[in-house]
Antibody, heavy 119, light 107 residues
Framework: QITLKESGPTLVKPTQTLTLTCTFS??????????VGWIRQPPGKALEWLAL???????RYSPSLKSRLTITKDTSKNQVVLTMTNMDPVDTATFFC???????????WGQGTLVTVSS | DVQMTQSPSSLSASVGDRVTITCQAS??????LSWYQQKPGKAPKLLIY???NLETGVPSRFSGSGSGTDFTFTISSLQPEDIATYYC?????????FGQGTRLEIK
């Protein structure tokens, strides 16, 4: 059974860096074709894909946010970490991590974690 | 990026109605389109993948069709538990992109 869970701060101040951790079980990020990604959703708005890291350490980012995002993995801990720099109130959103198999749609999602950006 | 244009943005229908949502891609995405259902405070749930394949455990009243740039999602007989927001997603190219969502409510 594949599960994912996001963790991190619920409140960050403007200009700060957000660090979120996705802890997963039921699969290995060393298995060929497997990836873990991050998607965010501002309150009442649509889903936006942010970043993805694959089993082979291939990393892909949203072009519009690439300069602010870093995604890394710790295969031994079954964790993926996303950092997002220079946070702004418009970045207030629920952040989801998700499992993705190469060339397949996202099937498994975490429960999401709401991050509010406010001074 | 592949832009996904989803319509309508909201829809009101009666129980038992047939409901249709469309999604248009800005370029050919073959069959690599999925549909999700999202209820408030929850993660999206995969309903349809590869444009027309029903995910295991999803009721057969949900269906999808299309290929290339034009896709359709249908609920054949709307049930009260179908009240949610629905999203299309293309996964032919990175970045993965989503439609803007369709909020479905009961009339």
């Amino acid at each position: 059974q594949i599960t994912l869970k996001e963790s991190g701060p619920t409140l960050v101040k403007p200009t700060q860096t957000l660090t979120l951790t996705c802890t997963f079980s039921g699969f290995s990020l060393s298995t060929s074709g497997v990836g873990v990604g991050w998607i965010r959703q501002p309150p009442g708005k649509a889903l936006e894909w942010l970043a993805l890291i694959y089993w082979n350490d291939d990393k892909r980012y949203s072009p519009s946010l690439k300069s602010r995002l870093t995604i890394t993995k710790d295969t031994s801990k079954n964790q993926v970490v996303l950092t997002m720099t220079n946070m702004d109130p418009v970045d207030t959103a629920t952040f989801f991590c998700a499992h993705r198999q190469w060339l397949r749609p996202i099937k498994y999602w975490g429960q999401g974690t709401l991050v509010t950006v406010s001074s | 990026d592949v832009q996904m244009t989803q319509s309508p943005s909201s829809l009101s229908a009666s129980v038992g109605d047939r409901v249709t949502i469309t999604c248009q891609a800005s370029q050919d995405i073959n069959k690599y389109l999925s549909w999700y259902q999202q209820k408030p405070g929850k993660a999206p749930k995969l309903l349809i993948y590869d444009a027309s394949n029903l995910e295991t455990g999803v009721p057969s009243r949900f269906s999808g069709s299309g290929s290339g740039t034009d896709f359709t999602f249908t609920i054949s007989s709307l049930q009260p538990e179908d009240i949610a927001t629905y999203y299309c997603q293309q996964y032919d190219n990175l970045p993965i992109t989503f439609g803007q969502g369709t909020r479905l409510e009961i009339k």
